[in-house]
């Protein structure tokens, strides 16, 4: 219904940009991917903001999308978004039991021999990731809504 959208909030007093698929998170996705993946990458040349610098977007962008082919088409999981904070981003998904993300992860990411990056594979079967954090609550949620009504 909403899809993917983006939003900025802080966190600790810094510019955090969010993007993030507001659709993800079924009943039947939650049981069938209980394990959260995030792959962080500290940024070449963020903006004093810690943002990324738009110098850096096709770069990011295709990270982003060989990634979410990847997490998809091979590990069978979901992409569910990402967070720009303080000189790092990080893309989030969610995995099915025993996949081997860990090691097809970091194997993608050394095609990019630039970035300094981590891949860190957790249990969250409650998906406390997803919606104590990347989902946007309050007035950022209304502004969404409210892009949509429109």
């Not at 966190?11 to 069938?32: P, T």
């Not at 990324?52 to 962008?61: A, C, M, Q, V």
């Not at 969610?94 to 249990?123: C, H, I, S």
């Amino acid at each position: 219904m909403f899809g993917w959208n983006q939003y900025n909030s802080t966190i600790d007093q810094k510019v955090a940009s969010f993007s993030v698929n507001l659709d993800a998170g079924s009943e039947s996705q939650r049981q069938a991917l209980p394990r959260l993946c995030l792959v962080t990458l500290t940024l070449l040349h963020p903006e004093e903001t810690g943002l990324s610098n738009p110098k850096e977007d096709r770069d990011l962008f295709r990270i982003e999308s060989m990634l979410e082919t990847e997490i998809e088409e091979h590990l069978y999981g979901i992409y569910v978004g990402r967070i720009t904070l303080d000189g790092e981003r990080t893309f989030a998904c969610y995995l099915p039991p025993d996949t081997p993300a860990k090691l097809v992860l970091t194997g993608l990411m050394a095609n990019f021999e630039a970035y300094d990056y981590d891949v860190d594979v957790r249990q969250d079967a409650d998906w406390s990731y997803f919606e104590k954090f990347l989902y946007p609550e309050g007035e950022n949620l209304q502004r969404i809504v409210n892009r949509k009504a429109l």
